[in-house]
């Protein structure tokens, strides 16, 4: 990590990665909630799927707690990294408060503007979801924002990460208390653990969280992953050890267990091949072994990207990478508000086809505007102000 565009790529890379792993938390939610019967477990499945696979990899598109895990990884490997990078540390206190505060302002921010939409946009979704599902169907959809919100719940959504579907404006920060602790993990491991020591701190840290809080898990490992590539900068990992790292994480990640893992839930017709406590586990396992596949040397960047033109759309993901925090916090909101509304209007003048098609291109453009203007307009200016209290 010492070569200035040594550190480029990797960040860039890296930043990827998390837009790769955003994307499917979005792409999971709009098929959860306009193409029901495509996602195995969520109220209804056309019945074409009952004989299928036990391991569904046409679900690859739903993998929306694999994917937070991957982006708690990614997170901890990027402390890592930028703890190395401070020439300067500030201290203890100011360290932790600014990772909370990185939190919960921007959450703060992203639900004030949540619940705006929804007083705008008011039951939007229930009219969505008589249409997708039918009348007096209970959905997911129709159960999000069913509840005025109240004080206590609000606190406890914002504060500690606790969300109750029915009364929460940001349902996505249920994640919030493990990356926050995972990351204070993280940090008093750089900082007071001796450095010949922090490996094995780290990886035994890990594995006793694996079974108490397996997404705080998928923090410290990830950071194990950062100070292993730290202590060897030409690492080089062959392309088949990549793709059997990626395949085993499949296989563990996507296993159709429960509703807790890779965002699938375990219908009558699946035979679990997993016990039902190692589910959480597994995926957390399983986003920290996506995180080490997916973590390219520069040459090998510039090989692909030269050979295959990749780096626009490396570029692309980077960006929205960057801006994953914003992208995370907004989407749902905009789910249930612009595009339940674009699928109404559509609904009821072209049918379901000419909704969908719609909806897509309503969904992408208005995350397109909201996401950077948040970034640049809240996010940057709350991080920014947090760094001057220094």
């Not at 946009?121 to 959809?141: E, H, Q, T």
């Not at 914002?158 to 404006?169: A, P």
């Not at 690492?235 to 085993?248: D, E, F, V, W």
């Not at 997916?294 to 993901?317: K, M, Q, T």
Request: glycine share 8%; charged share 10%.
């Amino acid at each position: 990590m010492r070569d200035g565009h040594l550190t480029v790529d990797r960040n860039t890379d890296l930043d990827a990665l998390r837009g790769t792993a955003v994307c499917l938390v979005v792409s999971s939610h709009f098929f959860w909630i306009f193409f029901p019967n495509l996602v195995i477990g969520n109220f209804h499945a056309i019945e074409a799927l009952s004989g299928a696979s036990p391991f569904p990899l046409f679900n690859l598109p739903f993998p929306n707690v694999l994917a937070v895990t991957v982006l708690l990884a990614v997170s901890g490997y990027a402390s890592v990294v930028a703890f190395a990078a401070r020439p300067v540390r500030p201290a203890l206190a100011f360290d932790i408060s600014h990772r909370y505060l990185r939190l919960v302002l921007p959450a703060i921010a992203a639900g004030a503007l949540a619940y705006s939409l929804s007083v705008i946009f008011d039951g939007v979704n229930v009219a969505a979801s008589k249409l997708i599902y039918g009348n007096g169907i209970p959905s997911w959809l129709a159960g999000l924002w069913s509840e005025p919100p109240t004080l206590h719940s609000l606190a406890k959504e914002f504060l500690l990460g606790r969300v109750t579907q029915t009364t929460s404006l940001l349902p996505v920060l249920w994640m919030m208390p493990d990356l926050f602790v995972g990351s204070i993990a993280t940090l008093l491991g750089l900082r007071f653990v001796p450095h010949r020591y922090n490996a094995i701190v780290f990886l035994t840290a890990g594995i006793l969280m694996l079974f108490i809080r397996p997404l705080m898990a998928a923090v410290i490992l990830g950071a194990l992953i950062g100070l292993f590539v730290r202590s060897r900068p030409t690492l080089h990992i062959p392309i088949g050890m990549r793709l059997s790292l990626l395949l085993i994480a499949l296989i563990v990640g996507l296993n159709p267990i429960g509703s807790g893992t890779g965002g699938l839930t375990l219908l009558e017709w699946y035979s679990p091949w997993l016990p039902k406590a190692a589910a959480w586990p597994a995926t957390a396992l399983a986003g920290v072994m996506i995180l080490l596949a997916f973590l390219p040397r520069p040459s090998d960047a510039a090989r692909i990207g030269g050979r295959l033109g990749v780096p626009g759309a490396l570029a692309l993901l980077a960006a929205i990478g960057r801006r994953s925090y914003t992208l995370y916090l907004l989407h749902l909101p905009v789910l249930l508000t612009f595009a339940s509304a674009t699928f109404v209007l559509l609904a009821g003048v072209g049918g379901h086809a000419v909704a969908i098609a719609g909806t897509v291109l309503a969904t992408i453009a208005t995350l397109a505007i909201i996401v950077p203007v948040f970034y640049w307009l809240v996010e940057t200016p709350i991080s920014r102000t947090i760094v001057r209290w220094r």
